[in-house]
């Protein structure tokens, strides 16, 4: 039986198109293909354009600044061209696809070191603000030191106002953020109704899903009071944080479709999931969670083992009051699930056995990722009260 070749950029592309389908939900599939790859098409041509007007050749879907004012003018002009043949093949739909609608490949952006590297100066307090702010960004958690310090250096002060909207719903993406300080509500446009559906609370970052999948933002945020972000462009969002992604990407993808809490999933859901995904490594009795901390992470096992072990609140402050071992998790299982579903304090403290790895998702991931699987992890709750009355005669440990 003769092997079938699957043409390089096919997967990229489809899955392009699948993130733009259930985002948009288009009435006609056929129609709504045509107007996206068409969109696709022009933009190649553009980059053609691009490449035969430069003695050096531009990265696929990727627009870099240039020294020459010249040249910056002639591409302005062509993307100007680009976007006003994109408003013509669309006009059929509500809104315009998005020129950043073209999805990026990682793999198709080689790495060229001659590519001028984006750097905004910073005093020294400013660069300390900024490492403080960008410490807990799983984002970053997987770029190595010099990628880190590369990040750093591009990104840039927005001190923000009262009622000021840091990005719109429906906008092209264009720099993803990183709070340092202030209060920002997020809203959706539901029925065409402002929701507010959530806030950041002087820390977090947004504006990331709009950079990775090139499609439109999906919320509106809109600071409360005075604040300060740090900005990170998209290009070089793209050379290093989506390149450095499509790496973990192909490392973890295997091994998040054989969670079974995750095959509730799409597809191009569990893609988001991998995308967010941090990873810690603890050694023997390391306390991964404590009980009564307030939730900031879910966990899903690599490798290794993890106890959860509960202290009886009939006991509470008692000398006899020792942490009882209520399961165990391995290589597939997940723990920390039950405080962000609650919204309550932990309910146990969680110790590695032996070397661990943990993939961890943030709270404001996880809200916004694991909606389908919401159902599965609250049917969870009752078995843990079995669990519970079978050892202490009682459930209360998951009321607070």
């Not at 490949?105 to 960008?134: F, G, M, S």
């Not at 079995?386 to 009682?394: H, P, S």
Request: charged fraction near 30%; hydrophobic fraction near 35%; aromatic fraction near 8%.
């Amino acid at each position: 039986m003769s092997t079938v070749e699957i043409p390089a950029g096919l997967k990229e592309l489809l899955q392009g198109y699948t993130v733009e389908v259930l985002r948009r939900k288009p009435p006609n599939l056929v129609e709504f293909a045509v107007q996206h790859f068409t969109c696709i098409l022009e933009n190649q041509r553009k980059d053609q354009l691009a490449k035969k007007s430069s003695a050096k050749p531009a990265r696929k879907g990727v627009t870099f600044e240039t020294n020459s004012d010249e040249t910056n003018k002639e591409d302005e002009e062509e993307e100007e061209e680009a976007r006003d043949t994109v408003k013509v093949t669309t006009s059929k739909v509500n809104r315009r696809v998005s020129v950043c609608a073209e999805p990026y490949n990682p793999d198709d952006d080689e790495d060229d070191d001659t590519e001028p590297r984006i750097v905004h100066p910073k005093t020294d307090e400013q660069r300390r603000r900024l490492q403080d702010a960008c410490k807990d960004i799983l984002l970053f958690k997987t770029l190595d030191q010099e990628q880190f310090s590369e990040v750093l250096d591009a990104m840039f002060e927005v001190l923000v106002k009262p009622q000021e909207h840091i990005i719109d719903q429906g906008d092209d993406g264009d720099n993803f953020y990183v709070i340092e300080k202030g209060v920002y509500d997020i809203f959706v446009q539901k029925d065409g109704v402002n929701v507010c559906v959530g806030k950041y609370d002087n820390k977090g970052s947004f504006g990331e899903l709009a950079l990775m999948y090139n499609t439109p933002r999906a919320a509106t945020i809109v600071a409360t009071q005075e604040g300060a972000l740090w900005g990170l462009d998209r290009a070089t969002f793209h050379r290093l944080i989506v390149k450095n992604n499509a790496k973990k990407r192909r490392m973890y993808e295997a091994f998040i479709e054989s969670v079974p809490l995750l095959k509730c999933l799409e597809l191009t859901e569990r893609m988001k999931i991998v995308d967010v995904l941090g990873m810690r490594a603890f050694r023997d009795g390391d306390c991964i969670i404590t009980q009564g901390e307030k939730a900031e992470c879910f966990f899903i096992v690599e490798s290794g083992e993890v106890k959860i072990m509960i202290k009886s609140k009939t006991k509470a402050g008692q000398q006899d009051n020792a942490e009882v071992e209520v399961a165990r998790c391995s290589r597939g299982q997940y723990f920390g699930e039950l405080a962000l579903v609650t919204n309550k304090p932990r309910a146990a403290s969680v110790y590695a056995v032996g070397e661990t790895k943990c993939l961890v998702i943030d709270i404001r991931a996880f809200e916004r990722l694991l909606g389908p699987c919401m159902d599965i992890l609250k049917r969870n709750i009752s078995q843990y009260e079995d669990q519970l009355v079978a050892i202490f005669g009682t459930s209360d440990h998951l009321k607070h």
